[in-house]
């Protein structure tokens, strides 16, 4: 399907924050290589003895030195970028991830702009997965797994795609001492067991290309025997690189391509070849035989740098499934490689096909898009908007968003020239792991497009040729118009060139201008007969000399357009200053579009009293005590108030001698209001609240002591009433102590007379 190719006009948005300061330059193209500069072309723009170089300046300050704005030259505020630009499609016939797909677009030196780049992972994207097995004689047990795992693996991605290839290759290491043992009988079986059966060892070979056959997948694998070497680490990234370069052999279509690489030990690095005598480093080339092996003797082991670019540069996201106890290693160098993950295989690779999933998983849920091809004087920088449209806060040299699905992410995306380009350069932004990019082609506004030059132009006395306002002079011919005739004569000569300074001691023009004429033409920001003046020693107002309102010349501002002050920064607009209320509310004066207030007012347009009621204390004291009816009586103070008497009595927000209450309100125009009425009576409030409360302690004191004394003689009566009902109940009887006896002897006392009587 042809892609359409439209042609858009994209705004770009220069940084905000503060317009970089201009530096003038002597011509039109070098001024716009200059930041925030603009040419002016009108002929009648300087003023005589004003260099060249006064036509650079900020847009805003030729505006007010009356440069037209059809004079002037100021280009990059906006782009005409051509772009292929086709929708996010799901497609699976036609398939787009990445938006816009090509821009052209011209840029301005020191300028920033920012566009837009949108992703979203396609549902049901093809996926190539590449099996690269170790098959040192550790992984013996490992292979027995691997013979059944095509329809383990399709079964297990089916929810991330229907079309899945699949493929399979294998390493052990180089064919050569110190890594393989050169004796015949252990070179044709390298088994540890001499009773068991291996095959020879070899760097690396393409068992299987990619296909959607499992069955072939399942049948392939199944011939595969375990291999041997002598030391532990393997020929890994020998057999990565040529997975990754050999395109054809392998078969890799233009889709999500996934390597698994499953070992048990480490690998051997650049430089470890050395050991076996090879110091050729690696081409990056593909160098399969027609057998689909790769012996590896005239190359070294490449670079873990190499390595990582080559599978970035075809776009292969790699996945190390590795044993528990070499895990740290290769996490390291998992590091250094884009779009990979590690995961740990038990030691029979039971657990790969889940492995691979989850793997996959992670790596798909990670977005990093970054440029490739940049020209050096670019700078590009990237903010991402994740999850829950989150913008990053910050410019970043990568756009990077994790936990991703299938939902739309944008990317802001800044491009920032630092010097021209002699030619348009072409660059990539991509994305990681993701064969789609945006093809950018960037060029620079570095000259000036002023027309044909006006050769023999009356501007220039037709003596020179007019382009960009500025007038080339014929040889023999000098000045802002061509108006000097250069004598030949040597006399004349110094005569001209002492007419441009103040003495003989001083330089030329003071060091800052070149003689014309007899007259200087300064450069840079210098100013003044013999350029003596920095037209920086001026006060300055936000950042600029003068505001950039005005001409600094011998450090005093000459403002324009009726701007006063020392720095020009009083403006002549009372636009600030007026509101509903007029000017300053009637309050104040309008002072470099400021409002000065009157004493008493305040806020930006003098609308708000600081204290209403003690303002206008003395003006109801005026009217109320000296009975004065007259309003001219007190209107000195009242402020020349529109006052008013209230009947009844009201309560207002303020209060005079607790008699009067009274209100102060701006009326239209300015106008201010004030109400005052008699204040309600009302009792004294402390002597109510005073007796209120002795009373209500008194009153609640006696009615504790009267329940006291109630509950006192309650109980009292009580326990008489249980004392009578007691002795009541009460019965006394005679009874016989039952252990007393009675006396046995009697004995009559002889004196004791008895009275018989």
Request: charged residues 25%; proline residues 4%; glycine residues 8%.
């Amino acid at each position: 399907m042809k892609a359409v190719v439209i042609a858009v006009t994209v705004l770009f948005h220069c940084i905000q924050g503060q317009e970089p300061l201009c530096q003038s330059r002597a011509s039109c193209s070098e001024c716009i290589r200059s930041p925030g500069c603009a040419w002016c072309t009108q002929t009648n723009f300087l003023k005589s003895g004003e260099s060249n170089e006064r036509r650079c300046d900020s847009p805003e300050s030729l505006k007010a030195r009356s440069c037209k704005m059809g004079h002037v030259i100021n280009p990059g505020k906006h782009a005409l970028i051509h772009v292929k630009n086709s929708d996010l499609s799901n497609d699976a016939e036609y398939v787009v991830q990445l938006k816009p797909q090509n821009i052209n677009i011209t840029l301005r030196v020191g300028v920033p702009y920012e566009f837009t780049i949108e992703f979203k992972r396609a549902k049901g994207y093809p996926i190539d997965l590449y099996y690269l097995m170790d098959l040192s004689f550790s992984m013996k047990d490992d292979l027995e797994q691997i013979k059944t795992l095509g329809q383990k693996i399709l079964k297990k991605l089916e929810d991330n795609t229907e079309t899945i290839r699949i493929g399979f290759g294998s390493f052990v290491d180089k064919e050569m001492l110190p890594y393989v043992s050169q004796v015949k009988k252990r070179r044709n079986n390298p088994c540890p067991n001499p009773m068991e059966t291996c095959q020879p060892a070899f760097s690396f070979r393409n068992v299987l290309p990619l296909t959607n056959d499992v069955k072939e997948f399942e049948r392939e694998v199944s011939k595969q025997k375990i291999s041997g070497n002598l030391d532990a680490p393997e020929a890994g990234l020998d057999a990565i690189m040529q997975a990754a370069v050999c395109k054809e052999k392998i078969k890799w279509h233009d889709v999500t391509r996934i390597l698994v690489y499953t070992s048990d030990d480490t690998f051997h690095m650049a430089g470890d070849g050395r050991l076996g005598g090879v110091f050729q480093p690696h081409n990056g080339q593909c160098h399969l035989n027609n057998t689909g092996s790769y012996n590896g003797k005239a190359y070294d082991y490449p670079s873990v740098g190499h390595v990582s670019r080559v599978l970035q540069d075809n776009n292969i996201q790699l996945i190390f499934a590795v044993t528990e106890d070499i895990y740290p290693a290769y996490k390291a160098l998992s590091a250094l490689i884009p779009q990979s993950v590690v995961g740990v295989l038990k030691k029979d690779s039971s657990n790969v096909v889940d492995l691979i999933s989850e793997a996959y998983g992670n790596l798909s849920s990670t977005l990093v898009l970054e440029q490739e091809g940049a020209p050096k004087e670019l700078d590009v920088s990237y903010r991402s908007t994740c999850n829950g449209n989150q913008a990053d806060t910050e410019w970043k040299e990568k756009g990077e968003c994790q936990g991703i699905k299938h939902e739309k992410i944008k990317f802001q995306v800044r491009l920032n020239m630092s010097a021209c380009l002699k030619e348009p350069q072409t660059f990539r932004i991509k994305m990681q792991g993701i064969s789609e990019e945006v093809k950018i082609t960037v060029d620079t506004e570095c000259h000036c497009d002023c027309g044909v030059p006006e050769k023999a132009s009356k501007h220039c006395n037709g003596k020179g040729a007019l382009s960009c306002g500025v007038c080339s002079c014929d040889e023999g011919h000098l000045g802002q118009n061509c108006e000097c005739v250069q004598q030949s004569d040597a006399d004349s000569t110094v005569n001209m060139l002492a007419s441009c300074r103040p003495d003989n001691n001083s330089l030329v023009c003071s060091g800052h201008g070149i003689c014309e004429c007899g007259k200087c033409m300064c450069q840079h920001l210098y100013r003044g007969k013999y350029c003596e003046c920095d037209a920086n020693s001026c006060e300055h107002e936000n950042g600029k000399p003068c505001n950039d309102k005005g001409d600094c010349i011998c450090g005093q501002c000459f403002c324009w357009e009726n701007y006063t002050g020392p720095a020009c920064a009083c403006s002549p607009s009372q636009d600030k200053c007026i509101n509903d209320k007029g000017l300053c509310s009637g309050q104040g004066k309008c002072t470099c579009n400021q409002c000065q207030c009157n004493p008493g007012f305040r806020g930006n347009d003098c609308s708000i009293f600081i204290n209403a009621c003690m303002m206008f204390k003395d003006c109801v004291a005026c009217h109320v005590e000296a009975g004065k009816t007259d309003p001219s009586d007190c209107a000195v103070n009242c402020f020349h108030a529109e006052i008013s008497r209230l009947d009844g009595t009201h309560e207002l927000p303020c209060t005079y001698q607790d008699a009067i209450s009274y209100e102060v309100e701006f009326g239209a125009k300015g106008k201010i209001i004030l109400r005052y009425a008699d204040l309600p009576r009302s009792i004294d409030k402390t002597a109510v609240i005073i007796g209120s409360s002795v009373s209500g302690i008194i009153f609640i004191g006696l009615i504790i002591i009267i329940i006291y004394r109630a509950l006192l003689e309650l109980y009292d009566y009580r326990e008489y009433q249980n004392f009578v009902k007691a002795q009541n109940l009460t019965k006394w009887n005679e009874v016989q102590n039952p252990l007393f006896k009675g006396a046995t002897t009697t004995v009559l006392n002889p004196l004791h007379l008895q009275n018989d009587a």
